[in-house]
């Protein structure tokens, strides 16, 4: 078949935002994955039955081992190219804000955590996240984190879209 006439393919990755005290969890992507050494959130590819939020919460608590639920969709990136094998391919990250589930006085000792790659993922004060590098896709929600950084448990963030 014409792979102009084929279904786009998609692929989808939910993230979390989990913030706290002016400090946001934030990891370094590994060896052997794309963006190897950039600064990332918890988060990862939609899996079959899930939407983007529970995805992010999904991925939040494998890498984290913090258990989260989303609460709003803060800003959406997407792009679409054209596969080496001519299909259409669309790729679409959603940045969820997260809160934890079980509140803790103290999520800083609590929290960086329990599974193997939680060495990777920190609290890092929003004010510090211009210092590090993100992919490209996350240029927009990192303006916005920075610009609401001010005593914001949580940051009365203005939904966008990919459409803005
Ligand atoms: N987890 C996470 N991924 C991000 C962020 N920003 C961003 O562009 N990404 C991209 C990197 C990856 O292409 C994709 C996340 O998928 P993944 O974590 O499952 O990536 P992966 O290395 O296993 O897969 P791949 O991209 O190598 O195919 O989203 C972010 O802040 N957090």
């Known amino acids: 078949m014409n792979p102009s006439l084929q279904e ?3 692929k989808k990755i939910g993230v979390a935002l989990v913030i706290a005290w002016g400090h946001v969890i934030v990891g370094q992507r590994q060896p052997g994955q794309s963006f190897a050494g950039l600064a990332e959130f918890p988060g990862g590819k939609v899996e079959s039955g899930e939407d983007f939020a529970a995805a992010a919460c ?13 609460e ?18 669309i790729f679409r990250i959603e940045f969820w804000l997260c ?47 920075i610009k609401n950084v001010i005593d914001n448990e949580e940051p009365h963030l203005e939904s966008s879209s990919i459409d803005d």
């Open 72 to 89: 709003r969709l803060l800003d959406a990136w997407q792009s679409t190219r054209v596969g080496d094998d001519g299909i259409e391919e």
């Open 99 to 145: 809160q934890p589930v079980s509140p803790s006085a103290d999520l800083r000792e609590s929290s960086l955590l329990t599974s193997s790659l939680a060495g990777a993922f920190h609290w890092v004060p929003i004010a510090e996240l211009a210092q590090l590098k993100f992919p490209s896709a996350n240029t927009k929600i990192i303006e916005l984190l």
């Open 8 to 10: 786009p393919r998609f």
């Open 58 to 70: 999904r991925e939040c608590l494998e890498e984290t081992g913090l258990a989260v639920t989303a």
